[in-house]
C-alpha cells in the first residue's frame, strides 16, 4: 500500500488501525531494513517482489 502511494491515513482505513500505529509500523519496518526514507522502502518493495511499478 505504501508503495501505491497510500497515505498513513488512507492505509490506517483500509486496515482498521489508527493513524499513530500506522506511522509506527513502517518506521519500525525502515528501522530494521536500515532505510533511511519511503522512496527507499518502496524500492525495496519493488526488488523484493511486494509491489510492482504500474
Do not use: P
Amino acid at each position: 500500500m505504501i508503495a501505491e502511494g497510500k497515505s498513513n491515513a488512507e492505509v490506517a482505513d483500509l486496515l482498521h488501525l489508527s493513524t499513530r500505529t500506522v506511522e509506527t509500523y513502517r518506521a519500525r519496518l525502515m528501522q530494521k531494513l536500515k532505510l533511511q526514507d519511503l522512496v527507499a522502502l518502496v524500492k525495496f518493495a519493488i526488488r523484493n517482489g511486494m509491489s510492482s511499478v504500474d
